[in-house]
Every structure is written in C-alpha cells, then in structure tokens.
C-alpha cells in the first residue's frame, strides 16, 4: 500500500509546482520548505488532538485556547513562509494609467515638453 502523503508534503509540492519550468528553490528556500513541511505537519497533530479535546464531555477551555491559539499563530508563519517562496509577478498596467504617467512626466512646470 503506498503510504499517505502528510499535509506537509501537500503543501510543499503545490510551492514547488508554482516555479516556472528550469528554475528551482537555492539552499535557504529548500531549507524554508522544510520547515514549512514540518509546521504544517505539526498543524494537522494539533488539530487532532484540539478535536480530540472538543469531544471530551468535559472540554478544558484552557486547553482548547492554548491550542487554537498555537494553531493560528504556525498558519500565520506558514503563510507568511509561504508567500516568501512564490514567484514574484508583475502587475500589468491598464492602458489609461500608462497613459496618465506619462502625461505627468512630460509636463515640466506646467508646460508640456516636447
């Protein structure tokens, strides 16, 4: 049976599937993904174990915020991780904002230049 890929390793195949073909992550991004495979990982444990609590029939209100709160705070750094790794785009400008700028940068003291 082919083992289960972990939320972890998920995560880490779609970041490396955003880079563009020929290209690959350096040292320190490779070292990133591993840790992001590692906190996700970690995520999914806490998770379950934050589950496990809710169907106590006593629930600690303590545990369950110390939880939540540790989950919420490894999805911000994941994220932000994450956001770290992906392939800078540039924002095409409309035709009518190209237009403006250049407007403005032929105008010189209020007489335009020719």
């Known amino acids: ?3 289960r890929k972990t939320p972890g390793i998920r995560l880490v195949e779609s970041l490396r599937g955003l880079l563009d073909q020929g290209y690959e992550f350096d040292e320190a991004e490779e070292h990133l993904l591993e840790m992001i495979e590692a906190e996700t990982d970690r995520v999914a444990a806490l998770r379950a174990v934050l589950a496990d609590e809710l169907a106590k029939a006593e629930v600690s209100t303590r545990r369950v915020t110390e939880l939540s709160a540790e989950i919420r705070l490894l999805e911000k750094q994941i994220g932000q991780w994450s956001a770290s790794l992906r392939p800078k785009q540039t924002e ?3 035709w009518t904002h190209q237009k403006a700028a250049n407007t403005r940068w032929r ?3 209020g007489l335009t230049a020719l």
Do not use: C, E, I, L
Request: no cysteine; glycine share 12%; proline share 11%.
């Open 92 to 94: 095409a400008k409309s």
């Open 107 to 109: 105008t010189v003291g």
């Open 1 to 3: 049976m082919t083992p």
